[in-house]
């Protein structure tokens, strides 16, 4: 229904941010991918996804077409929901991602939380050849405004960890100071 949006970021964080589109605000659902292309920009382009549910309408952004195709062909294997596709996002780059299926690499893929064994076989024997992955850059314009171990903390809570569990996570990430929001998201889900 809706291509791209291209509008001005009133609030950003590593799994959510909200859009001004010619007066109307979106809630768009993002990766931790998108969160570090756009992160210190005003204004951006996002590619988008929309999933109709029953209970509700749910906008998922991208900063490149490439990872929202990635997205939606994760959603087309079976087991594997929008919540399931953007924590492997979030968690892998799409070259990561094609990288993995090529060379078939089951464990890797098991390091994203919620991924099992069979999952991760699934995804490999169903994307296997189907991922076209070439750099891309979205076009974006330039400022931010986040602090670093809260939004980590909102970024693992959104994409459906418990706060506690996600809390404790970044508790134990060593040296989280110095580190930036999607490192430490990166290294809290790979302790839980």
Not at 53 to 70: C, I, K, P, S
Not at 135 to 149: K, P, W
Request: aromatic share 6%; net charge neutral; charged share 20%.
């Amino acid at each position: 229904m809706f291509a791209y949006l291209e509008g001005d970021l009133t609030y950003k964080s590593p799994s959510l941010l909200y859009m001004a589109v010619q007066g109307v605000g979106y809630e768009v659902n993002i990766t931790l991918q998108t969160f570090s292309k756009i992160q210190h920009l005003e204004k951006c382009r996002l590619y988008t996804h929309l999933q109709v549910r029953e209970d509700a309408w749910v906008l998922y952004g991208f900063a490149d077409e490439q990872e929202r195709e990635t997205f939606r062909q994760l959603l087309g294997i079976s087991g594997v929901g929008a919540a399931t596709a953007r924590l492997i996002l979030s968690s892998l780059k799409p070259e990561e991602l094609s990288r993995i299926i090529a060379s078939e690499d089951v464990n890797s893929l098991q390091k994203v939380k919620g991924i099992g064994a069979k999952t991760a076989q699934r995804i490999i024997l169903e994307l296997k050849g189907k991922l076209n992955v070439s750099q891309q850059d979205a076009i974006l314009t330039g400022a931010t405004h986040n602090t670093i171990a809260n939004d980590a903390l909102f970024a693992l809570v959104n994409l459906g960890i418990a706060k506690a569990a996600a809390q404790a996570a970044i508790n134990k990430v060593e040296d989280a100071d110095s580190l930036s929001v999607e490192d430490i998201i990166k290294k809290a889900l790979r302790l839980l």
